[in-house]
């Protein structure tokens, strides 16, 4: 299956009132914010792709986190490519449909292929992906990259002679240092949480900090910050993944998320 969206944002200032108190992230210095309000966002009509959900959650000290959701076809090969932007004060986004073939992921970010199995297990199943989201400056140059790749299957262990679920997993970070644009990002943090799995069960996550200092005023910083996971769940993958900047006309920045993959493992 393969699924690539492209994330805008649009400046907004906002003034969040608390209604909820939930650690979501903590800058520089280590000072945690917090979820004060959400809004999901609805398609405008026009729009040619309806996402599964795309959430706009206003933080404690001001900033916007945007999170969407797809939950791809559970056995079928999806080919869809669509751009969208988010009207932040409306509450909506539109969405529009790329020329088929048009990626974000690059070939290096192919995902990682299970083993071949043997064909004497009754679920035998095999499934693979890599899901990717990435910030591009106003003149599409990379800024920054997480991806999370992650490949699952259900196969006979030839010593137990019973069937066997595995699963193994990456999280990678990129930050362009230069830019083609001859800006310099730094990849302050990152992690990955997983591989966790289990029969018919996924999951990976991975987390990229970043920040720069040349974007437009050298005394001035620009910070982002993204997650993208995978999972699968009895069967059903999804993808999740959120992007949160702020800092020196962040509001220019451009975010994309690209998920490429399939999925066999659809009956436990």
């Known amino acids: ?64 986190s945007l999170r969407g959701r797809t939950v791809p076809t559970k056995a079928t090969v999806v080919n869809e490519s669509f751009s969208y932007t988010v009207n932040v004060e409306g509450g909506t986004y539109r969405t529009l449909r790329l020329e088929k073939g048009e990626e974000v992921l690059s070939e290096s970010e192919s995902p990682n292929l299970p083993p071949p199995g043997d064909g004497c297990c009754v679920n035998e199943c095999d499934g693979s992906m890599v899901a990717t989201v990435t910030t591009y400056d106003p003149i599409n140059c990379v800024l920054t990259r997480t991806t999370s790749n992650g490949n699952w299957h259900n196969h006979m262990n030839i010593v137990t002679q019973a069937c066997q679920w595995t699963g193994s997993g990456n999280g990678t970070c990129f930050a362009a240092s230069p830019s083609c644009a001859n800006t310099h ?10 591989p966790n799995n289990g029969p018919f069960y996924f999951y990976l996550k991975t987390t990229g900090n970043y920040y720069n200092y040349d974007f437009m005023n050298p005394a001035l910083r620009t910070d982002v910050s993204q997650w993208v996971a995978l ?38």
């Open 185 to 194: 990002w730094i990849k302050s943090t990152c992690y990955q949480t997983g």
């Open 231 to 268: 999972e699968l769940n009895f069967g059903q993958p999804y993808v999740e993944w959120d992007q949160t900047q702020w800092g020196e006309h962040a509001e220019l920045l451009v975010g994309a998320a690209a998920l490429t993959g399939t999925n066999g493992c659809t009956n436990p």
């Open 1 to 64: 299956m393969k699924l690539t969206a492209l994330i805008l944002f649009l400046p907004v200032a906002v003034q969040a009132q608390a209604t909820r108190e939930t650690p979501v992230l903590a800058d520089e210095a280590g000072i945690p914010s917090v979820i004060v309000r959400s809004v999901l966002l609805q398609a405008e009509e026009g729009s040619e792709v309806t996402l599964d959900e795309l959430r706009l959650d206003y933080l404690s000290d001001g900033r916007l």
